[in-house]
């Protein structure tokens, strides 16, 4: 009987953490929103279609590299945008890394941009099929890096970490998401993000049990105001939730990470605390190289000229 009760508790006490504890609204945070004003996005390129596993056309945009650098650099970056963005986002850094030689391919990732239902995914692992994908839809001769921003280097870390790592030979990560429980985040992203807690611990543990038919119940809400709302993603699926960013067991993605990493960061990052980039990944047993620009803060490093450069050196390096 006392097992019975334990069990109708837990039941009721998952389902209504399922049903009523989503993200809450959230105020929009000016650090972010406020620095895209100024970008002249006139020159960007018109978006080009590969076609998912699962028939979904994706979106990226492609730049070539500068005719003088072609000879020297053979190498393709592919750039994933951060939380709630798109591949235009990444305008400023991809325009800064063709002119050093680089073929850059922005990646509109699913549920983001023009790829797919906004803030949707039909499985965790999805995204990263998507990334294989497009590689096998859009083949380059020559050496790839997988370049990843906020939560986008939450990803590349978590495909570093993955079966597939060997698909790319070097992942650089610009200010990277870890975990919300990694000693480098600040509390709530710095105010970027609404966490629903309570719905996510209700659907994980109802996905350790096979149930996922609410997986597309959004767990997190971003800080975006109403003119970046209408053109981005203003709220995470679980499972999108889930797939963009590290694995959990974070600290294993950093161990299996045979391939050479890097991580860019603003030194006035105000989501992250930056200077402890370099002390977390060495405690997990992989050392890794970390620049930290001055008077940069989050979104400066794709935006601000000289933060740019640095991460174009990054991917020299």
């Given at each position: 009987m006392l097992l019975l009760a334990f069990l109708l508790t837990a039941i009721v006490g998952c389902a209504a953490a399922v049903a009523w504890g989503g993200p809450k609204d959230i105020p929009p945070l000016a650090s972010i929103n406020n620095p895209f004003r100024d970008v002249d996005y006139s020159q960007v390129p018109k978006a080009q279609r590969y076609t998912a596993r699962d028939g979904t056309p994706l979106a990226w945009y492609g730049y070539a590299p500068a005719p003088a650098a072609t000879?020297?650099?053979?190498?393709?970056?592919?750039?994933?945008?951060?939380?709630?963005?798109?591949?235009?986002?990444?305008?400023?850094?991809?325009?800064?890394?063709?002119?050093?030689g680089y073929a850059v391919a922005a990646l509109d990732m699913r549920g983001h941009g023009e790829s797919g239902v906004r803030g949707q995914a039909a499985y965790v692992g999805q995204m990263e099929d998507d990334v294989e994908d497009f590689l096998r839809a859009v083949p380059h001769t020559g050496p790839q890096t997988l370049m990843g921003f906020?939560?986008?280097?939450?990803?590349?870390?978590?495909?570093?970490?993955?079966?597939?790592?060997?698909?790319?030979d070097r992942y650089v990560l610009l200010s990277p998401f870890v975990h919300h429980n990694a000693p480098t985040s600040r509390p709530d992203s710095g105010g970027w993000a609404s966490v629903g807690l309570p719905r996510i611990v209700g659907l994980t543990t109802l996905n350790q049990i096979g149930i996922s038919q609410w997986n597309h119940l959004p767990v997190l809400r971003f800080a975006l105001n109403d003119v970046a709302r209408s053109l981005l993603t203003p709220s995470y699926s679980y499972t999108v939730a889930m797939n963009f960013r590290p694995h959990n067991d974070y600290q294993s993605d950093i161990r299996n990470a045979r391939g050479t990493v890097c991580i860019v960061a603003g030194q006035d990052d105000e989501l992250f605390y930056a200077d402890r980039f370099a002390d977390l990944f060495a405690q997990a047993g992989k050392p890794v190289p970390v620049t930290l620009v001055p008077g940069v803060n989050h979104m400066g490093l794709t935006l601000d000229a000289v933060a740019v450069q640095a991460v174009a050196q990054a991917c020299k390096a």
């Open positions: 000879a020297t650099l053979a190498r393709r970056v592919v750039l994933v945008h951060g939380s709630s963005a798109r591949g235009q986002s990444m305008h400023v850094l991809a325009q800064a890394l063709a002119a050093e906020s939560a986008g280097g939450g990803f590349a870390l978590r495909f570093a970490g993955s079966a597939r790592q060997d698909l790319f």
